[in-house]
């Protein structure tokens, strides 16, 4: 059962500025790095963030993660059509001795 | 290039133990963590357990009692064993990559493999 909570959906048009919040707890977030999935149909998840802002080689610029105490957010700037997916957060947990994840954040681009 | 196979049957018998294995191309499993992350049909991702290639493991608190992880480093390959399955273990199974440069993330992922449990 995910404990760390993200909107079920977002969305915005072509081009515009679109965040996901993710809220977790002193147990996960507050005191571990957070890590951003992307989802797209059909396929399975692709790593876009880790350490809480870095991005793998060759996930763009526009993807941008942040944290602040118990929650994080993914921002993704210059909205494109190929951005529809699936968004998870993910973190460990001291307290299960885990890794957890979003509950999930749908993204539709307009 | 990296790549990983899940591999297993799609249908499992109620109470029997759903068998996986992932295979691991493109890079040796050593020195690395690996771990299985499932995905119930429309709904979000559970991770399940870890397992070093020196066969240490941490599993889900949630999934401890019924589950199993192994390697097989001559085979460069990792398996899972969950006993008494239930409808409730309908999911996708995708194995992952731990990477060196960050032990917590999953960089590498399979395709995945759909495992229905059901008479």
């Known amino acids: 059962q995910p404990v760390l909570t993200q909107p079920p959906s977002a969305s915005g048009t072509p081009g515009q500025r679109v965040t996901v919040s993710c809220s977790g707890s002193?147990?996960?977030?507050?005191?571990?790095?957070v890590y951003w999935y992307q989802q797209l149909p059909g396929t399975a998840p692709k790593l876009l963030i880790y350490?809480?802002?870095q991005r793998p080689s060759g996930v763009p610029d526009r993807f941008s993660g942040s944290k602040s105490g118990p929650s994080a957010s993914l921002a993704i700037s210059g909205l494109r059509s190929d951005d529809e997916a699936d968004y998870y957060c993910?973190?460990?947990?001291?307290?299960?001795?885990?890794?957890?994840f979003g509950t999930g954040t749908k993204v539709t681009v307009l | 290039q990296v790549q990983l196979q899940e591999s297993g049957p799609g249908l499992v018998q109620p109470s029997e133990t759903l068998s996986l294995t992932c295979t691991v191309s493109g890079v040796s499993i050593n020195n690395y963590y690996w771990s299985w992350i499932r995905q119930p049909p429309g709904r979000g991702l559970e991770w399940i357990g870890y397992?070093?290639?020196?066969?240490?493991?941490n599993y889900n608190p949630s999934l401890t009692s019924r589950l199993t992880l192994s390697v097989d480093t001559s085979k460069n390959q990792f398996s899972l064993r969950l006993r008494s399955v239930t409808a409730a273990d309908t999911a996708v199974y995708y194995c992952a990559r731990h990477p060196t440069y960050d032990s917590r993330a999953f960089d590498i992922w399979g395709q995945g493999t759909m495992v229905t449990v059901s008479s």
């Open positions: 350490k809480n802002i």
């Open positions: 397992i070093y290639y020196t066969g240490s493991t």
């Open positions: 002193g147990s996960n977030i507050g005191s571990n790095h």
């Open positions: 993910a973190a460990w947990d001291d307290s299960l001795s885990g890794y957890v």
